[in-house]
């Protein structure tokens, strides 16, 4: 059974920082695209991060620059630091693995950026 767990989320001044994580179990880790999404109150949830089995980064624009993606295939794990937080980052934020016609998501995590 492939199973994923978010944590690292909280509340967070304006240009703070947070490290999410995704814990992947149930499944060879390493074959599998792996991607963050957000989805604010009322809001589409959102590709925010992609990163491919073979490495590959790309984030939407509203975070480029500010967010990393990052994955550990020994530990089944994958990352989203996120720095210089502004008020439009608060959503839930939820991890993805996706392989072929195989889609997983996580509960999700709640980021709040406020003062």
């Known amino acids: 059974q492939v199973q994923l767990v978010e944590s690292g989320g909280g509340l967070v001044q304006p240009g703070g920082s947070l490290r999410l994580s995704c814990a992947a179990s149930?499944?060879?880790?390493?074959?599998?695209?792996m991607e963050w999404y957000r989805q604010a109150p009322g809001k589409q949830r959102e590709l925010v991060a992609r990163l491919t089995a073979g490495g590959s980064t790309s984030y939407d624009d509203s975070v480029k620059g500010r967010f990393t993606i990052a994955r550990d295939n020994a530990n089944n794990m994958v990352y989203l630091q996120m720095n210089s937080l502004k008020p439009e980052d608060t959503a839930t934020y939820y991890c993805?693995?996706?392989?072929?016609?195989?889609?997983?998501w996580g509960q999700g995590t709640q980021v709040t950026v406020s003062s």
């Open positions: 149930g499944t060879i880790f390493t074959l599998y695209l």
């Open positions: 993805k693995m996706s392989r072929g016609s195989s889609n997983y």
